[in-house]
Antibody, heavy 121, light 109 residues
Framework: EEQLMESGGGVVRPGGSLRLSCAASGFTFDDYGMAWVRQAPGKGLEWVSGIDWNAGSTSYADSVKGRFTISRDNAMNSLYLQMNSLRAEDTALYYC??????????????WGQGTLVTVSS | EIVLTQSPGTLSLSPGERATLSCRASQSISSYYLAWYQQKPGQAPRLVIYGASSRATGVPDRFSGSGSGTDFTLTISRLEREDFAVYYCQQYGTSPPNSFGQGTKLEIK
């Protein structure tokens, strides 16, 4: 079964850092681009960042550019999101998602269950 | 930046009825790059339609997508109780690479 499982969420103070991880299983990880999508409590979906199959291309939403870094380890079938200078408005459920294709562009056909990040003093 | 506007915000229908959900883009996008997702409470989103009209794996044929340019539609021909959820459209063809609509809540009347 094709699965994604996020981890690493938690409570962090404004200005702090957190690293999210996403473990993939059941498919050939390095055939696909990957993405992070977040959802603030009671709100809609917001794309955060994407990375192509070999990490040759990355992209970010303006709201996180310069603060978040996406990366992947194909040998470990894992996706990461390093989040620095966190703000209250970054509080959300963070989903890892598989892109339909090897690039950063595409629909998201597999999603994890999400990991909750809360930024609060 | 392309902005997607979904309407209506909430749609109240009964099982067996037909649902029509709209997604309008602020500028023209290729039909290849429009998707629809279903999200139920407490669950991750699920891909329903990609490429504007192609059903994702396992999606029943009562779901259909159509449209081009700036106007796209998700139609559910005969609603079943499991279809009541929030639906989001997404474009993934331009920079920034991805943006979502604000969602349409499909609720039981």
């Amino acid at each position: 079964e094709e699965q994604l499982m996020e981890s690493g969420g938690g409570v962090v103070r404004p200005g702090g850092s957190l690293r999210l991880s996403c473990a993939a299983s059941g498919f050939t990880f390095d055939d696909y681009g990957m993405a992070w999508v977040r959802q603030a409590p009671g709100k809609g979906l917001e794309w955060v960042s994407g990375i192509d199959w070999n990490a040759g291309s990355t992209s970010y939403a303006d709201s996180v550019k310069g603060r978040f870094t996406i990366s992947r380890d194909n040998a470990m079938n894992s996706l990461y999101l390093q989040m620095n200078s966190l703000r209250a408005e970054d509080t959300a459920l963070y989903y890892c998602a598989r892109v339909t294709g090897g690039l950063t562009l595409g629909a998201f056909d597999i999603w994890g269950q999400g990991t909750l990040v809360t930024v609060s003093s | 930046e392309i902005v997607l506007t979904q309407s209506p915000g909430t749609l109240s229908l009964s099982p067996g009825e037909r649902a029509t959900l709209s997604c309008r883009a602020s500028q023209s996008i290729s039909s290849y790059y429009l998707a629809w997702y279903q999200q139920k409470p407490g669950q991750a989103p699920r891909l329903v339609i990609y490429g504007a009209s192609s059903r994702a794996t396992g999606v029943p044929d009562r779901f259909s997508g159509s449209g081009s340019g700036t106007d796209f539609t998700l139609t559910i021909s005969r609603l079943e109780r499991e279809d009541f959820a929030v639906y989001y459209c997404q474009q993934y063809g331009t920079s920034p690479p991805n943006s979502f609509g604000q969602g349409t809540k499909l609720e039981i009347k």
